[in-house]
T-cell receptor, first 112, second 110 residues
């Protein structure tokens, strides 16, 4: 079955540590997105990519980095510069920006 | 002004009633509109999408788009307790991004 796989489901970060969240899709979608969701809040866009080897900052990119070396993969690194990383992180993909997004099951990140 | 605005709710309706969820957007160039449902602790799932003015029906769900008023809505007929969730409105913008509203929490009371 086609879909989006995010891993791990739960992740714990120590102070000063960088962590990387994985997102893989086998839908052959060109566009991929990373969102952050805090409790009781909406989705905020961190980064998005419309094509391989290209990505743009979203509304809250500070403290995060991404790469898009392969069409099916869009990993997100939460750096030590992100002082409040505890949140639910969602990866999504779409055929293009006018098509619906498909979401992964998310990764919950907490600080130890 | 937020690019995509929704009433945060909560919106409470009795079982069997029609739930009406509203969304306004600021970019007149927006062409694509989506409604997602998100259960607590889960990821969003697509309910409806609409590209043209007018109504689009799918089972108990109807999406309505009025580009002149920059308004899109979602009607849920015969609401069920299982419809209780947060509903997210999303629109594209001319900058190439897809923008979410804050979401409306719907509670359907038995």
């Amino acid at each position: 079955d086609g879909g989006i796989t995010q891993s791990p489901k739960y992740l714990f970060r120590k102070e000063g540590q960088n962590v990387t969240l994985s997102c893989e899709q086998n839908l052959n979608h060109d566009a991929m997105y990373w969102y952050r969701q805090d409790p009781g809040q909406g989705l905020r866009l961190i980064y998005y990519s419309q094509i391989v080897n290209d990505f743009q900052k979203g509304d809250i990119a500070e403290g995060y980095s991404v790469s898009r070396e392969k069409k099916e993969s869009f990993p997100l690194t939460v750096t030590s510069a992100q002082k409040n990383p505890t949140a639910f992180y969602l990866c999504a993909s779409s055929a293009d920006r006018v098509q619906p997004q498909h979401f992964g099951d998310g990764t919950r990140l907490s600080i130890l | 002004q937020k690019e995509v605005e929704q009433n945060s709710g909560p919106l409470s309706v009795p079982e069997g009633a029609i739930a009406s969820l509203n969304c306004t957007y600021s970019d007149r160039g927006s062409q694509s509109f989506f409604w997602y449902r998100q259960y607590s602790g889960k990821s969003p799932e697509l309910i409806m999408f609409i590209y043209s003015n007018g109504d689009k029906e799918d089972g108990r769900f109807t999406a309505q788009l009025n580009k002149a008023s920059q308004y899109v809505s979602l009607l849920i007929r015969d609401s069920q307790p299982s419809d209780s969730a947060t509903y997210l409105c999303e629109a594209d913008n001319q900058g190439g991004k897809l923008i979410f509203g804050q979401g409306t929490e719907l509670s359907v009371k038995p």
